[in-house]
């Protein structure tokens, strides 16, 4: 059975930092991609990046490059994602994806 599940939201400062990680189980990541969205109050659930199987190559949304950072350390079964200089529009539910797998979803809110 695959499960992905997601952990490390919390509250930030505008201009912060914080680190979200997607552990996943039943399915090997040597073969799958994993791709982070989020979806805002109100809004549409949107990609914002993700992270290749074949060459660990990664894409970010426009929205969060050159502040977001996408990683698999180590080859393991786990996918993080570094966020920098957080604004409040990037408040949402953080969600991991694989294929047809989804997480379950962890709290982001960026607020003074």
């Known amino acids: 059975q695959v499960h992905l599940v997601e952990s490390g939201g919390g509250l930030v400062q505008p201009g912060g930092s914080l680190g979200i990680s997607c552990a996943v189980s039943?399915?090997?990541?040597?073969?799958?991609?994993v791709a982070w969205f989020r979806q805002a109050p109100g809004k549409e659930r949107e990609g914002i990046s993700c992270?290749?199987?074949?060459?660990?190559?990664?894409y970010y949304a426009d929205s969060v490059k050159d502040r977001f950072t996408i990683s698999r350390p180590n080859a393991k079964n786990t996918v993080n994602l570094e966020m920098n200089d957080l604004k409040p529009e990037d408040t949402g539910v953080y969600y991991c994806?694989?294929?047809?797998?989804w997480g379950q979803g962890t709290q982001v809110t960026v607020s003074a």
């Open positions: 039943g399915l090997s990541l040597d073969h799958y991609a």
């Open positions: 992270i290749s199987a074949f060459d660990g190559s990664t």
């Open positions: 994806n694989a294929y047809a797998w």
